[in-house]
C-alpha cells in the first residue's frame, strides 16, 4: 500500500523475489483542457492521464527525453495545438476491452522521434505530423491510422507487435511510408508482400529496413531505500527499466549524489554492468557513502548508460531529496 513519507512517495517495487519499499516522486496526475504552453519533465514523471486530455490551440506540450506518461483506461490525449515529444514513453493499457488513442486533430502540429509508444493507437488528421525513430506498438489494435486527406512523414519507425493494422489508411490517394522496419526482414504482410506487420491501405512502403532499427530502453522509474544516512553509510538505488527492444541489452546502473557547487560524490565500485531481457525490469544497485562527506541536502542521480558508456539510455536528477547527516 502507497503512503506519503517526508514528501516523497512510498511504494512498494519488486527485486528479484523480494519486496522491498522503495522511495520515488509522486505521479502528476492530468485531465482536462491544456490551455498554455506546458513542459513535461522527468523530475515529475510518471504523467497520468486520467481522463481525456485536451491541448488546446494555442497550446503547445513539450514531453522532454526520460518523461514516462501512463494512459488510464480508455482516456485520450486529445491534440489540437502543438506536441513535442523526444525520448519519451507514451503507455496505454494492455486491455483488448479498451482503446487508449493520441488523437492528432486536423490543425494540430505534432513531432514525435525517438519514443516508446505501447497499447496506444495514433489517430492522424493533420499533414503537419512527423513520427520518426520511434516503436509503434499497439497490442489493443492498429499503431497508425491515418485519415483522409492527411499526409504525415512517417519513416525511420519499429512496428511490432500491432494486434490489428500496423498502418491504416484511409487516404484515396498513395501515401509514402519509407525506411520503416515492419517486424520481418521481408517487409510488411497484407498489402505488402512480405510475412511482417501488416498494413491496409494505398501505401508505398519501399524501400523498407530489413533489421530493427533503434534501440528502446528507457529508464521507467526510480527509487531510493532511504532519504538520511550517515558518513560512511550504504543505501540502494532502484530501477525499473524498460527494454522494448526484441532483443536482449547490455547496460551500466550508475549512481551519483552532488550538492550545488561541490564535486560529485560517485561509487563505480558498485556500479553493475548487467543484461536485460525484453520486457519490464527491476533492478538494485549499492552506493556506499564516503567516510568524511560533509552533512547537508545532495541531489541524486540515476543514470542507465549502454554497455560502452558512450550514451544515457535514461538520466534522472532529483534536486536535495537525500541528506546526508552525523550521529
Known amino acids: 500500500m502507497a ?3 517526508a514528501g516523497i512517495f512510498l511504494s512498494l517495487v519488486w527485486i528479484g523475489a523480494f519486496c522491498c519499499p522503495v522511495q ?8 482536462g483542457m491544456i490551455n498554455q504552453h506546458v513542459q513535461w519533465i522527468p523530475a515529475n514523471s510518471p504523467y497520468v492521464i486520467q481522463a481525456d486530455t485536451i491541448i488546446s490551440k494555442e497550446a503547445t506540450l513539450t514531453i522532454m527525453p526520460g518523461v514516462f506518461v501512463r494512459f488510464l483506461k480508455n482516456c485520450d490525449l486529445i491534440v489540437k495545438g502543438g506536441l513535442k515529444a523526444s525520448g519519451a514513453t507514451l503507455d496505454g493499457c494492455k486491455d483488448v476491452y479498451n482503446y487508449e488513442d493520441l488523437k492528432m486533430d486536423t490543425e494540430s502540429d505534432c513531432i514525435l522521434t525517438g519514443c516508446v509508444l505501447t497499447d496506444l493507437n495514433l489517430q492522424v488528421c493533420s499533414s503537419a505530423v512527423k513520427v520518426s525513430h520511434c516503436l509503434i506498438m499497439n497490442r489493443n489494435g492498429s499503431g497508425i491510422t491515418i ?3 492527411s499526409y504525415p512523414i512517417i519513416q525511420w519507425n519499429d512496428f511490432r507487435e500491432n494486434s490489428y493494422y500496423a498502418v491504416y489508411s ?3 490517394t498513395v501515401i509514402d511510408l519509407p525506411h520503416n522496419y515492419w517486424g520481418d526482414p521481408g517487409g510488411p504482410s497484407i498489402s505488402g508482400t512480405g510475412i511482417g506487420e501488416r498494413i491496409n ?3 508505398n512502403f519501399s524501400p523498407f529496413e530489413t533489421l530493427e532499427i533503434n534501440e528502446f530502453v528507457r529508464l521507467i522509474d526510480i527509487g531510493l531505500n532511504t532519504d538520511t544516512a550517515e558518513p560512511g553509510g ?7 527499466i524498460g527494454n522494448y527492444s526484441s532483443r536482449d541489452q547490455e547496460i551500466i546502473l550508475g549512481a551519483t549524489i552532488i550538492r550545488p557547487s561541490s564535486a560529485p560524490l560517485n561509487d563505480k565500485a558498485h556500479d553493475i554492468r548487467l543484461t536485460i531481457k525484453p520486457g519490464t525490469n527491476s533492478q538494485s544497485r549499492s552506493f556506499d557513502i564516503p567516510l568524511h562527506s560533509p552533512d547537508g541536502l545532495y541531489d541524486v542521480l540515476w543514470g542507465v548508460m549502454d554497455e560502452k558508456m558512450s550514451r ?3 538520466f534522472i536528477r532529483l534536486p536535495g531529496m537525500f541528506e546526508i547527516r552525523s550521529k
Open 201 to 203: 491501405g494505398k501505401m
Open 234 to 240: 550504504r543505501i540502494a538505488f532502484e530501477y525499473e
Open 147 to 149: 485519415g483522409r486527406g
Open 312 to 314: 544515457y539510455h535514461g
Open 24 to 31: 520515488s516522486l509522486a505521479e502528476t496526475n492530468v485531465s
Open 3 to 5: 503512503r506519503i513519507v
Open 170 to 172: 484511409e487516404v484515396e
